[in-house]
Structure formats: structure tokens, C-alpha cells
């Protein structure tokens, strides 16, 4: 199990990175340095942080998010700075307390940025948002946009994977995550929805 649980860390998309660096070779080729090492510094940053996340069964909330603002810095600086991204995190929160797993949410994340940002461009507000609730947190990502991304029908194997990593880790604990995906209109279905969520207990027993 622990072995399955380094494969699901260490996952990173090929085509991120090769996009990446054609980038970083676009900035280089344009004579935009100061751009080009701007982008540079935070790949090297967030490739840092994915090598070290994955030695480890749980990091601190504070290191997740830092290297999921890595992975929106890097795809902003793709995207002409077009996207819309941003945090909320409860005050009675902690983030250097709280642990949590590594890149528990990447499928989900880097679903919606690669496909329905980039190849289906569509417009949108990514929130990665952390709840107090009692004796856990719950970590929300959720993608407010004109219409539903229908996840569950168009791309169910970014749900599968996040639930089968969940089944991995709550074999190795006594304390259970809980997995959700939810889709609703806002203001007469002028505004959508989509979030995906963990339930992530204080005491996981590691």
C-alpha cells in the first residue's frame, strides 16, 4: 500500500512539463529574460516541492498550498496572466498544523485548467478554499463558471483517481477522508458550481 501510495505522489502530467519548458525556450527566443527567469525560478520551485512531497505520506496544509500557487503562477504566466485563481483558508485554521496529503487534489486541479480553461476555453474563477468543520477541514477546489463542467459524465476518471488514492490512504488509517463532487447554479443559473471536496480529519493517526 505504501508503495502505491509513492506512485499516485509522483505523478506529474508530461505534457506540463513540455509545455513548460517550450515555454521557458518562447521566453528565452523573445529576449525577454527577466520573464524567462521569472518562469524559471518558480518551475524549479514547484518541481522542488513535488520531488520532496512525494518521499511523504503527509505534508503540512501551508506546503499543499504552496505548491498548488506554484502550479496556478506557472499556468497564469501560460496563459498571458488570464487566469483567475485565488485562496480562503478559515481563520480558526492553522495551515501549519493541519496535514494533509500530497497533491490529494492535482487531477481535479489540473483538470480544470488544462481542459476546460485551455483546450475548451471557457472563463472561470478556480478557489481552493479550506472550511473548519468540528474535528476536521474540509478542502475544497471549486470552478464557478456560466455552465457546469459535468464532470462526473465528460471526464470520470479524475473523480476515480482521486477516490481510488482516498481508498489507499484511509487503508493505512484509522481516521476515514471523505470524498464529494457537487454541482449547482447560483443567481437563476446564471453562474455554476462545480466543487470538489475532501473531508480531511485533525487526527489521521500517522
Not at 113 to 127: F, L, T, Y
Not at 148 to 155: F, R
Request: charged residues 25%; glycine residues 0%.
Amino acid at each position: 500500500l505504501e508503495l502505491g501510495q509513492k506512485l499516485y505522489r509522483v505523478q506529474i502530467n508530461p505534457r506540463f512539463i513540455s509545455d513548460s519548458l517550450s515555454l521557458l525556450k518562447e521566453k528565452i527566443l523573445n529576449d525577454t529574460p527577466m520573464s524567462a527567469c521569472s518562469f524559471l525560478a518558480d518551475f524549479a520551485k514547484f518541481m522542488r516541492l513535488i520531488l520532496e512531497n512525494s518521499d511523504e505520506r503527509f505534508i503540512s496544509l501551508e506546503r499543499e498550498l504552496q505548491t498548488i500557487n506554484h502550479y496556478f503562477n506557472l499556468q497564469n504566466q501560460a496563459l498571458d496572466n488570464k487566469l483567475s485563481f485565488s485562496f480562503s483558508t478559515s481563520e480558526e485554521i492553522d495551515s501549519k498544523d493541519w496535514i494533509v496529503p500530497p497533491m490529494l487534489m492535482q487531477p481535479f486541479i489540473v483538470f480544470t485548467v488544462e481542459k476546460i480553461i485551455k483546450q475548451d476555453s471557457r472563463e472561470g474563477n478556480i478557489c481552493v478554499r479550506i472550511i473548519d468543520k468540528e474535528e476536521c477541514i474540509i478542502f475544497n477546489v471549486e470552478f464557478l463558471s456560466d455552465s457546469p463542467i459535468n464532470l462526473l459524465k465528460n471526464d470520470n476518471n479524475v473523480y476515480n483517481l482521486i477516490k481510488e488514492r482516498l481508498n489507499h490512504i484511509n487503508k493505512l488509517n484509522k481516521n476515514k477522508l471523505k470524498l464529494s463532487f457537487n454541482e449547482f447554479s447560483c443567481e437563476e443559473n446564471i453562474s455554476f458550481t462545480s466543487k470538489m471536496s475532501v473531508n480531511i480529519p485533525y487526527d489521521l493517526n500517522v
